[in-house]
């Protein structure tokens, strides 16, 4: 099955700084890569996504990178600001035509990212 | 509701018993996940349902797991004869899926097992 590795396991930047978060994918099928922020006891909610047939996607001051030839994608965000702070998982799934089976994802094990004012 | 609702928030009980976790989706919803966040970790996938096709169980750990959906309703999520290392949040989620549509997750805000 899919193995997603996602580093580093700890972030810590200054105000205004960028942060990169970098995971790889073992199933080169997979398709799908999602990107959840999940605030301290708060639910998971998706900041970015990418399919395989984009290489790099930007809202604002996030952007999500992927290189399908090394199974790897990147989350970077600028200027990060203290509400920032949150841990942040990728993840990957096969979605197929139907559009169903995106949802079945295999998720990093986390970035807690810390943002200093 | 607007979002994902999940009861019981807390539960505590003791090994061996068994234990449901509910889910009401978002209404529209065709898909409903399941998953299980142990204590720093990320999100392991359970089980999904999609509309009326029979489930996906393949991320259920034991045959101690089991869930139900009725329809594009509620969900249940059933430990029978809990271990300690069932200790966790158990996270539900729910997405329109449509052809090319996003794949988006909304969660729950989850329910937290202990088993003592």
């Known amino acids: 099955g899919e193995n997603v590795e996602q580093h580093p396991s700890t972030l810590s930047v200054q105000e205004g700084d960028s942060a990169v978060i970098k995971c790889t994918y073992s199933d080169s099928a997979s398709n799908y890569f999602p990107w959840y922020k999940q605030e301290l006891g708060k639910r998971p909610q998706l900041i970015i996504d990418?399919?395989?047939?984009?290489g790099e996607k930007k809202d604002q001051r996030i952007a999500v990178t992927l290189n399908k030839t090394a199974k790897h994608f990147s989350l970077h965000i600028t200027e990060t600001q203290p509400e920032d702070s949150a841990v942040y998982f990728c993840a990957a799934s096969m979605g197929n035509a139907g559009g169903t089976s995106y949802g079945k994802l295999t998720f990093g094990q986390g970035t807690i990212l810390t943002v200093h004012p | 509701g607007a979002g994902v609702s999940q009861s019981p928030s807390n539960k505590v009980t003791e090994k061996g018993k068994d234990v449901e976790l509910r889910c009401d989706p978002i209404?529209?919803?065709?898909?409903l996940y399941w998953y299980r966040q142990r204590l720093g970790q990320g999100l392991e996938f359970l089980i999904y349902?999609?509309?009326?096709?029979?489930?996906?169980k393949s991320g259920l750990p034991s045959d101690r797991f089991s869930a139900e959906r009725t329809g594009e309703s509620v969900s249940t999520l059933t430990i029978q004869r809990t271990q300690q290392e069932d200790s966790a949040v158990y996270l539900c989620?729910?997405?329109?899926?449509?052809?090319?549509?996003?794949?988006?997750?909304?969660f729950g805000e989850g329910s937290r097992l202990t088993v003592l």
């Open positions: 989620a729910s997405s329109r899926t449509s052809r090319g549509g996003s794949g988006e997750l909304f």
């Open positions: 209404s529209g919803h065709t898909a």
């Open positions: 990418i399919r395989s047939n984009v």
């Open positions: 349902f999609q509309g009326n096709s029979a489930p996906d």
